[in-house]
């Protein structure tokens, strides 16, 4: 009977994990934000994230500790925004659009990661894109330069 009843706990066990979350299933792709607490932008560019299949998470840090934080993870000074997310050994600072994540992700270039540097209006979290600003993103090389990875014009 003990092997019966162990058989019964492993399959259950099994259901338990197979009813789990899985990241990066059913297109969801966990990514970590650091952010200062209270900061409403920062939230809606993690609500335009999670409309478009991430699955954000933020950490509320005191203003210094992020701007550490940002030049630890190599984010040169001239592209730093108000928050820093991580999202599979890239870091994406700023506004970035998901669609730029996503083809960051599909090409795994051999960088930092993203930037959409200071606030842009327009950009996802800072207003509406029908109205925005152009801007662009730039991809941060590991050496710290930069180059242009996508350019939004004016709308």
Do not use: N
Not at 91 to 114: N, Q, T, Y
């Amino acid at each position: 009977m003990p092997h019966r009843h162990i058989h019964r706990s492993t399959a259950l066990f099994a259901l338990m994990l197979a009813a789990l979350p899985i990241p990066g299933a059913a297109g969801e792709t966990p990514i970590q934000v650091m952010k200062t607490s209270g900061c409403g932008c920062c939230v809606a560019w993690m609500d335009h994230l999670a409309a478009h299949g991430f699955r954000p998470v933020g950490q509320d840090l005191p203003g210094g500790l992020l701007v550490r934080e940002k030049a630890a993870r190599g984010v040169p000074s001239a592209m730093t925004s108000c928050h820093t997310a991580t999202v599979e050994g890239y870091v994406i600072e700023g506004h970035v659009p998901a669609a730029d994540i996503r083809r960051l992700l599909a090409e795994r270039p051999d960088a930092v990661g993203l930037a959409v540097p200071d606030m842009p209006f327009g950009s996802p979290g800072m207003g509406p894109e029908s109205r925005r600003e152009a801007y662009e993103v730039h991809l941060i090389r590991g050496d710290g330069t930069t180059e242009l990875f996508t350019s939004y014009p004016p709308d």
